[in-house]
Antibody
Framework: EVQLVESGGGLVQPGGSLKLSCAAS????????IHWVRQAPGKGLEWVAR??????????TCAASVKGRFTISRDDSRNTGYLQMNSLKTDDTAVYYC???????????????WGRGTLVTVSS | QSALSQPASVSGSPGQSITISCSGT?????????VSWYQQHPGKVPKLMIY???KRPSGVSNRFSGSKSDNTASLTISGLQAEDEADYYC??????????FGGGTNLTVL
């Protein structure tokens, strides 16, 4: 089955860290770019970060709201993507989705496969 | 990067057509043909409906269509059905390897 499965969410105190994982199966993970998109409770979608495939040097970018705090990475040998989140704030509370981008041009900027998401709650 | 601007809500009767707008700037929607649209039912995962402004993924009904004019993209749903009731989000490449979503539009089928 073609799918993405996120894990690693949970409750963390402000200032804390968390590392999310995104396990891919059913397709050639290394051929795709990977993005993380989040959704705060009752709110809209927000793009968080992107990593391209090897062909494009695993280039990474992230939203201004998380720059310097979040790092996206991937391990193609494990078919897994990651999002390391440091210095977490209450505003980071959201469901975090891992998404697939066909990445034929580095990143095609559309998300044709989504995981079910993992909830991150930042609270004291 | 500011969020793209979408109407908070739209509504229509079964069989009618509705259009949801997505307003950006000359730095995102106006500059790149990399606009996509997503449908999200309550409690569900977003689903890709349109990519690269007007392309439809396999399996998406041809009642859904996309277009763009200057800095505004649009999603049109024709022959409205009860199952179309959901939230809809646009997304655009915004340059420098970043993306931006719209605030979302809640579609009600009357």
């Amino acid at each position: 089955e073609v799918q993405l499965v996120e894990s690693g969410g949970g409750l963390v105190q402000p200032g804390g860290s968390l590392k999310l994982s995104c396990a891919a199966s059913g397709f050639t993970f290394s051929d795709s770019a990977i993005h993380w998109v989040r959704q705060a409770p009752g709110k809209g979608l927000e793009w968080v970060a992107r990593i391209t495939r090897k062909t494009y040097n695993y280039a990474t970018t992230c939203a201004a709201s998380v720059k310097g705090r979040f790092t996206i990475s991937r391990d193609d040998s494990r078919n897994t993507g990651y999002l390391q989140m440091n210095s977490l704030k209450t505003d980071d509370t959201a469901v975090y989705y891992c998404t697939r981008d066909p990445g034929t041009a580095g990143a095609d900027w559309y998300f044709d496969l989504w995981g079910r998401g993992t909830l991150v709650t930042v609270s004291s | 990067q500011s969020a793209l601007s979408q109407p908070a809500s739209v509504s229509g009767s079964p069989g009618q057509s509705i259009t949801i707008s997505c307003s950006g700037t000359s730095s995102d929607v106006g500059r790149y043909n990399l606009v996509s649209w997503y449908q999200q039912h309550p409690g569900k995962v977003p689903k890709l409906m349109i990519y690269e402004v007007s392309k439809r993924p396999s399996g998406v009904s041809n009642r859904f269509s996309g277009s763009k004019s200057d800095n505004t993209a649009s999603l049109t749903i024709s022959g409205l059905q009860a199952e179309d009731e959901a939230d809809y989000y646009c997304c655009s490449y915004a340059g420098s390897g970043t993306g931006v979503f719209g605030g979302g539009t809640n579609l009600t089928v009357l």
